[in-house]
């Protein structure tokens, strides 16, 4: 049983010390998640949405624990039996909580989206979320993340919509540097 408890022990020990999250440090990763989103065309009918997104993404530590990036998403969505699709791209900040591993990260991102097949105009989504870094090994992290966002679509010749999303993400990121 101590064998088990100091094996366990120094494996939590160890993936709090491997991080990465010094000054010059890059950061690439790609994510995937499921979110439900709810909200409002102009005419203030209600909707709700199910959505699946994959990201890629690309930052670098400024400052210790700080990163800035760049991030692709695209987003499959479906509103009532109505399928869509979202492409995206846009700045991120990540800060992490000194050596916590916890992370608060915002973004914007800006793109266009389409319903049917059919180009709808533009969007625009302003996220914030909360997430922790497991640490595989010195380089390699499983990132869960909690996330909401503001999300805006601008339809050409159409009314817009603005709604909320609120998703569960999982990252793999990989950090290269210092």
Sequence with gaps: MKKIVTVVSALVLGITAMAQTDQGTWMFGAGSNLGFTSGKENSDQEDAASQLSLDVRAGYFVIDNLAIGLD????????????GADL???PYLRYYLME???FGELGYKIGSSSYDGNKLGSTGALGIGVGYAAWLNDNVTI???IKYSALSTKPDGGD???GSA???MVNFGIYLGN
């Design 143 to 145: 990132e869960p993340m």
């Design 100 to 102: 916590s591993k916890l």
């Design 166 to 168: 609120f998703g569960v």
């Design 72 to 83: 692709l998403g695209y987003s499959s969505v479906s509103v009532g039996g109505v399928a």
């Design 160 to 162: 817009s919509y603005s």
């Design 88 to 90: 995206g791209v846009g």
